[in-house]
């Protein structure tokens, strides 16, 4: 399986995701959980910016080739063509493409930036999942982690998938691209397969039509930004909540989601005991509690963590029900976060 992530001459690949859950190329940067949109394009070296040029013609020897001879010779210039270059940080350039006179640099950033407004997210908003350089500069992909979501554009219950895939190129031919995916990108194939998947996407040609794309977007996507808000309330709520380690309130979560029964057997109650003390040290980790408190939120992402990731199971079956609105992950998800808000 070919990744085709860009790998500077150092070693250093152009890629950056948020470590709780490894890409299967093993390829990047992890970071700390979900990040903000500049520290993710920082710690992918994915905000470059790209300029147009003309386009000159060269001999075999890379020789530019010019009209007439001297102080007024002029280089030999393909009409209806410009080139796409990467502007380095140490002034250096690398060309990415040849493009129409009618194409429009979108860069990378402003890109990104605009999917946290499809999504009613701020810039400051930590919900960046992967960001990447694909082709040696060529393709730009990042994902935003919408989580498990339900929203009412429409007055239908209607329901989003886990992740906004946020599409860019510079060479003329991939477009501006959002699209509603189950798929976490982290590579060139996963960013095919998650457009393959999705369940609604959205296209702009590299064109000064661009900046309408938002409001276009967000209709075509039947994204409704209301969740924003939604979310962060309910995280301040549960902020507010504590929960002291070991407590009974601990062990009240614990107990709704994994009730004991006095039909076990030995190895199940074996099982349910090692289960909770896993939970009691997601949830006393740098991730959650020893991060962020000890509170309602921290217990909240520490259940979530075991469902996600930490549980028995194969990786792609624990993916898959996770990204499932109906499975019994996120059942037992909504149950947690009712339960932790049922103590305020």
Not at 16 to 44: F, N, S, V
Not at 46 to 54: R, S, T
Not at 231 to 260: C, H, W, Y
């Amino acid at each position: 399986m070919s990744h085709e992530l860009e790998i500077n001459d150092d070693g250093v690949v152009r890629m950056a995701y948020a470590d709780r859950e490894i890409p299967w190329h093993r390829l990047g940067t992890p970071m700390a959980g979900l990040q903000t949109a500049e520290a993710m394009l920082t710690a992918a070296q994915a905000d470059f910016d790209v300029v147009l040029a003309d386009v000159a013609a060269v001999d075999g020897n890379g020789n530019v080739l010019y009209n007439g001879e001297g102080l007024g010779a002029e280089p030999v210039k393909i009409d209806n063509s410009r080139a796409t270059i990467r502007v380095n940080p140490d002034g250096s350039f690398d060309g990415l493409a040849t493009v129409g006179t009618r194409f429009v640099v979108e860069q990378n950033k402003d890109c990104l930036l605009r999917a946290l407004d499809i999504v009613g997210a701020s810039k400051g908003d930590a919900v960046v999942d992967t960001v990447g350089v694909l082709r040696g500069g060529r393709e730009f992909f990042a994902c935003l982690d919408l989580g498990s979501l339900v929203i009412d554009p429409n007055g239908i219950n209607d329901t989003i998938d886990r992740y906004l895939l946020v599409q860019n190129g510079h060479d003329g031919r991939t477009p501006i691209t959002f699209a509603n995916t189950p798929i976490r990108a982290v590579c060139k194939n996963t960013v095919v397969f998650g457009l393959r998947k999705a369940k609604s996407i959205f296209r702009a040609k590299h064109t000064r039509n661009a900046d309408k794309a938002v409001e276009a977007a967000r209709d075509v996507l039947n994204i409704s930004v209301a969740w924003a808000q939604g979310f962060q309330e309910m995280a301040e709520k549960l902020l507010r909540i504590p929960v002291p380690a070991g407590s009974r309130q601990f062990d009240s979560v614990f107990n709704t989601v994994f009730p004991d029964s006095s039909s076990f057997t030995d190895r199940q109650r074996d099982h349910r005991d090692e289960v909770q003390i896993t939970m009691r040290g997601l949830y006393a980790s740098p991730k959650n509690a020893a991060g962020y408190g000890y509170n309602g939120w921290s217990t909240y992402n520490a259940f979530a963590e075991y469902f996600d990731h930490k549980r028995e199971g194969d990786a792609d079956a624990k993916a898959a029900s996770s990204m499932n609105h109906t499975s019994w992950v996120s059942k037992n998800k909504q149950k947690v976060q009712q339960t932790i808000l049922s103590m305020a």
